[in-house]
């Protein structure tokens, strides 16, 4: 399993060691410059933290279906405490997920997802038959 590191912090710390070993002149000044330079050149990972749905604000509103499989409200997948997914949100913190609806288009909330997409409710109603009030595609 690959390992990540915060590329910042470890610069920080071989500046540290630098100062340190620059006070007893057993460090060459050049060494330290360049063992920083080639830690600030290795490409970054792209990585996302990742919340399980125990952690996240939407397990708490997550309803059993028919079935007896626990759905999340977000992500309108069968889900288990120690699930993830790319719309978890901390408990606790804001929800910063802007999410386009697949059918309408329009940044809301999405409380399913249809083959994959996310859809929002206002869709979701009207392909129910339930959104008389709805405005159709």
């Known amino acids: 399993m690959k390992e990540y590191i915060e590329r ?6 071989l ?10 002149d057993d460090c060459d000044e050049l060494v330290a410059r360049r063992c920083r330079d080639a830690l600030s050149a290795v490409p970054a990972a ?12 939407y397990y708490q509103d997550a309803k059993t279906n ?11 997948m069968k889900i288990s405490e120690t699930d ?15 999410v386009k609806c697949a059918k309408c288009g ?7 997802t249809v083959d994959g997409k996310p859809w929002c409710e206002d869709c979701f109603d009207k392909a129910m038959g339930s959104g008389a009030n709805h405005e159709t595609n």
């Open 66 to 76: 028919k079935k007896g499989f626990l759905i999340c409200p977000a992500s309108g």
């Open 84 to 98: 993830y997914c790319s719309y978890g949100v901390r408990m606790g913190q804001e929800d910063k997920h802007e």
């Open 106 to 112: 329009e940044i809301k909330e999405i409380i399913c």
């Open 8 to 13: 910042a912090v470890a610069v920080q710390e």
């Open 46 to 57: 792209d990585v996302a933290e990742v919340v399980l749905c125990k952690d996240c604000q």
């Open 15 to 24: 500046e540290v060691l630098r100062q340190e070993y620059e006070m007893h």
